[in-house]
């Protein structure tokens, strides 16, 4: 009897470490994890996104981009893994996980995040299955996380990792990624945990009246060479 309640709590113990994983994760090499934020945030115009998925086989995991609700999709050039994400890619609305905590908790906002319309668009990674080990890619309270980028870390569930390269250009404020899966009807499935998502900030860019100071100055540069050229 007791070797047998050992085995049987060591299969607890087993499967309970195991679905401490969340479902769906998302991860960005290089990235700093902003606690006040919960989520992991990067600054730069280049980096990678990881999609983690565990537990289970799941198909159409999506990734939604969203906007902060000042900027304008025209202004922001983002190119998913080779793809331009072009203008009429964009919608303008909550996005899907927004909406979805919206009709769940009665309008209450997003715990530090915030609920607001603003363009996002949304793009299909495809299926996961269980070919890998994952981990818990949210720091504990002594910094130590799983990084699908190295594989560093404990990794006790069963899943799958993809890696999406962003390239973005642009004036914008942010980009906020969420992952998700959906049922028949749209709505959401499984998802990613507020306190497992990624954000990137671009690099400082001009002002749109610094850059047209710098036009100014360089067609009056050009028009002061072109005088002396001619005198």
Known sequence: MKKIGIVIIAILVTATSAFAVPAIQLFISGA?????EQSWI???????????????????????MALAPTDQPGNADINFAGDEVGLSDWRYG????DNAWW?????EDLPRHGIYPTWFTEINTGDY??????GDV??????????????????PAGGEVKMFHVETNGIYSFLHFD?????????IN??????????????????????ALMGTGLFGMAVAGLRRRKD
Do not use: C
């Open 32 to 36: 700093t994890y902003d606690w006040s």
């Open 42 to 64: 990067v600054t730069g115009n280049s980096f990678d996104l990881y999609v983690v998925s565990a537990n289970n086989i799941k198909q159409d995991v999506m990734v939604s």
């Open 94 to 97: 909550y996005a899907p996980i």
């Open 103 to 107: 009709r769940w908790n009665g309008g």
């Open 129 to 134: 299955g269980l070919s890998s080990n994952v």
């Open 138 to 155: 949210q720091p504990d309270s002594f910094g130590n996380y799983w990084n699908p980028a190295t594989g560093s870390g404990g990794a």
């Open 179 to 187: 992952a998700y899966t959906l049922n028949a009807d749209g709505s």
């Open 190 to 211: 499984q998802f990613a945990p507020f306190s497992h998502d990624a954000e990137s900030i671009p690099s400082s860019v001009p002002e749109p009246g610094t850059i």
